[in-house]
């Protein structure tokens, strides 16, 4: 009877031990992970910050980010020849955390004797969910054709971040064109990529700003995305 009686403590002590070890096991693995994603996310946030945070210099020009947008295909809606529908333009600035304050040349058609313009930008960005986000473009400037007329934008668009420092957008809005005599309006569709600060999910000015968190699989992120 003892002999049976050992026999049971031994197995019931056995069995304690291999759970506790599994549990063990199991909370390491859970460990390694969440260290593993801190470490990702920091790495990204890293990468993602400037030099100097924007939020405490928002108006320092010196220390703002660079950044480029190029819009290869922006094509115009209604009736026409297809080289008269596409604009293409590049844009250089700088990045005051959600704003981009830029210089934007292009042409408003594919022709030869494309009439070229030459413009200054405001962008904000105005919400985050994730890795995309919404910006928001408003423009003024000058076409440089025989009436030198003026040329003013409003943009609404949508970057997704893919990489620590490029995002790729759509948008869609309006150029309105006007001078002594003659004045018009062109609603437009195209894609842009961006390289610059990555985009934050503060949403202002004036807070601190967070990173986003990174994405799986990835030591990278999202934010425009302006």
């Known amino acids: 009877m003892k002999r049976h009686y050992s026999s049971i403590v031994g197995l019931l002590i056995s069995n304690y031990l291999g759970l506790l070890a599994g549990t063990c096991q199991a909370q390491s693995t859970v460990d390694s992970t969440t260290t593993r994603a801190f470490r990702n996310q920091q790495s990204y946030q890293s990468i993602s910050r400037s030099s100097e945070d924007s939020t405490r210099s928002v108006f320092n020009f010196g220390t703002a980010p660079w950044y480029g947008r190029v819009t290869p295909l922006l094509m115009y809606t209604g009736m026409g020849n297809v080289r008269d529908k596409i604009a293409q333009s590049i844009e250089i600035g700088k990045s005051f955390n959600v704003i981009d304050l830029g210089v934007a040349f292009g042409r408003n058609s594919l022709r030869p004797d494309s009439t070229m313009f030459l413009e200054g930008r405001v962008t904000m960005d105005v919400a985050n969910y994730g890795v995309f986000a919404n910006e928001m473009t408003i423009g003024a400037g000058r076409v440089f054709d025989k009436a030198g007329s003026l040329m003013l934008e409003l943009t609404y668009s ?52 967070r990173g986003r968190p990174p994405r799986v699989g990835r030591p990278g992120r999202h934010g425009h995305g302006r």
């Open 158 to 209: 949508i970057i997704a971040q893919v990489a620590p420092r490029l995002g790729i957008g759509l948008t869609t809005g309006y150029y309105d064109f006007s001078s002594e005599f003659a004045d018009s309006s062109k609603t437009f569709y195209g894609v842009y990529i961006r390289y610059g600060l990555l985009r934050t999910d503060a949403g202002g000015l004036l807070g601190g700003g």
